[in-house]
């Protein structure tokens, strides 16, 4: 028997010694006296966003990764930031890179300089209203030239009349009129890593001044995204050999 069902009894017995009308009353009016006098229960806070989601140990799992890549040789050292899923996405070498599911259909990408939201839920993460904003859309499809293979098929769209950010989008903080194109790679079907489109930077010097746009935005967002550099250093390391042999 649990504490709320000993208080509960206890006031049954405290009515039938004090109340002529215990007879009377019905199990029913107990009830909603209990409820009366009980304090409410504390409302279940909403999913928060920035907490990194918990994987499925039964579902396979895959390294998925791409750059940020510039044709101009004093761009190529530039800072960016991109979160996944509650997570800074590491990089290394110029390399991003992420666990997801291996077996996905499709993949959103959200670029954009996303502030920091008043509530740290799912349901508030969104670009405002007025800011600039590329939605990308992958979706999974056989390689028509191998079908050992797979590539993804791109599907944009873009404005500035605000945008709700999907749950399993990954974010790259940056303004998107610097985005010049998506280079787009097949990968083994067989493999547990996975290609995402190379992102290709216009190469023009306001990319620099678009970098430091980038790390003053992340010093608000970072604070809300998690990341243990330590737990990540060799993990990182082990990755990047992985990657480079595809």
């Not at 040789?73 to 996405?89: D, F, H, P, S, T």
Request: aromatic residues 10%; glycine residues 4%; contains cysteine.
């Amino acid at each position: 028997m649990n504490y709320r069902n000993c208080q509960f009894l206890f006031l049954c017995c405290l009515i039938s010694l004090t109340s002529p009308l215990f007879g009377q009353r019905s199990r029913k009016d107990f009830l909603e006296l209990y409820q009366k006098s009980s304090p409410p229960r504390p409302k279940r806070p909403e999913p928060n966003l920035f907490v990194p989601a918990a994987m499925n140990k039964n579902i396979p799992m895959a390294t998925y990764f791409f750059t940020l890549s510039s044709r101009n040789e004093a761009n190529k050292n530039l800072a960016w930031r991109a979160y996944y899923q509650g997570q800074i996405v590491p990089q290394k070498e110029g390399v991003f890179f992420l666990t997801a599911p291996k077996h996905l259909d499709s993949f959103n990408i959200v670029v954009a300089v996303i502030k920091k939201p008043n509530q740290t839920t799912i349901a508030s993460l969104e670009v405002p209203y007025g800011v600039d904003y590329i939605h990308y859309q992958l979706e999974k499809r056989e390689d028509f030239s191998n079908q050992k293979k797979y590539r993804w098929k791109i599907i944009k769209e873009e404005g500035n009349q605000g945008f709700v950010v999907p749950h399993d989008a990954l974010i790259i903080l940056l303004e998107p009129q610097y985005i010049e194109k998506l280079e787009v790679h097949s990968w083994e079907k067989r493999s547990d890593i996975i290609m995402l489109p190379t992102i290709v930077l216009a190469g023009t010097q306001a990319l620099q001044e678009a970098s430091i746009k980038t790390v003053l935005a992340a010093l608000d967002t970072d604070l809300l995204h998690s990341r243990s550099e330590s737990e990540q250093t060799q993990k990182d390391g082990i990755t990047l050999s992985r990657i480079k042999q595809v």
